[in-house]
């Protein structure tokens, strides 16, 4: 997918992760993404799959570690 880019699935799997935890699947966002012809039709798709608690307290915590400004 990257060619010779070497990169980390784990860093990969954090952000998705803190967008999860910011909004999950923002419908809006998806329709938008859709309307440009970047994405399929997310009516297609189903609702995501809920976090654990102690995944959602990892998502915190990578959200405010990724995003916050000191």
């Known amino acids: 997918m990257f060619g010779i880019m070497k990169v980390d699935p784990n860093k990969i799997d954090d ?10 699947n923002d419908w809006d966002v998806l329709d938008r993404l859709h309307k ?9 798709k189903s609702k995501p799959v809920p976090l654990t608690d ?3 307290k990892r998502s915190k915590e990578l959200f405010d570690e990724l995003y916050l400004v000191s």
């Open 15 to 24: 952000v998705v992760q803190t967008l999860l935890f910011l909004k999950g």
């Open 36 to 44: 440009k012809g970047l994405t399929s039709d997310p009516a297609t």
């Open 54 to 56: 102690g995944r959602l």
